[in-house]
């Protein structure tokens, strides 16, 4: 019987230790982020990108919402900052779609620099479902005069799925870009919408490059249809 008292007394303070250490842990937790948040208005770069990439890996409500502060912020580095966009890209936070939203639509926050548009069109296709308000902001930017940052709105429209934007893909496919064609294919293959089947078809069986070609026969088997 002792033992099992001593046991039990044993497991009680255990469960003390757990608790105290818990509580030291997220203590210790707190005050870093305090501290890294501080690290991002410093005169350092490399110290606000270590923050940017601490922040990042903590990924709590606090370390979010500095994220989230940071990344609008007009003056900032452009290379710390598409490291937080992409950073922010990974997670799936109501909040975090909708100012990945306005920093990819607004001059004022984009600067309209290449490196940030194009980070952000990729991280809205990480971040969004279908329906979302990023589907018409990657298809406002398939007219964009940057090849690249068409490109990646492309590739994000693919890997989103929304079958809204096929009909702005397939204009695309006659695109003189080899990369523009190539992800067009792709991405319509990904949305699998079969609007874009006969004109798959017409790619497939006419273009002079055999390896547009190769990727639109191999995207039409992927499809399933009547009549297949």
Not at 21 to 36: H, P, Q, R, T
Not at 161 to 171: E, K, M, N, Q, Y
């Amino acid at each position: 019987m002792n033992s099992y008292r001593k046991l039990f007394e044993s497991l009680i303070i255990l469960l003390f230790i757990i608790i105290f250490l818990i509580g030291a842990g997220e203590k210790a937790v707190a005050g870093n982020i305090d501290e890294l948040i501080g690290n991002l208005q410093s005169s350092d770069r490399q110290s606000r990108l270590l923050a940017v990439e601490e922040l990042g890996r903590i990924r709590n409500d606090k370390a979010i919402d500095a994220l989230l502060n940071f990344v609008v912020l007009k003056d900032e580095d452009w290379r710390i900052k598409i490291r937080a966009i992409g950073l922010l890209g990974e997670i799936a936070d109501p909040m975090v779609s909708e100012v990945l939203v306005k920093i990819f639509n607004d001059p004022s926050l984009n600067g309209e620099c290449p490196a940030i548009k194009w980070n952000t069109a990729i991280a809205l296709g990480k971040n969004f479902n279908k329906g979302s308000r990023a589907v018409d902001s990657l298809i406002g930017a398939l007219n964009h005069n940057n090849l690249l940052i068409r490109e990646a709105a492309i590739q994000s429209l693919g890997i989103i799925g929304d079958s809204r934007a096929v009909p702005f893909l397939i204009p695309a496919l006659n695109d003189k870009s080899f990369a523009i064609k190539f992800s067009a294919i792709k991405a319509l293959g990904n949305i699998g919408d079969p609007q874009a089947i006969p004109f798959l078809k017409r790619i497939a069986d006419n273009d002079n490059d055999p390896y547009i070609k190769g990727k639109a026969l191999s995207t039409l088997k992927n499809f399933s249809y009547e009549g297949r």
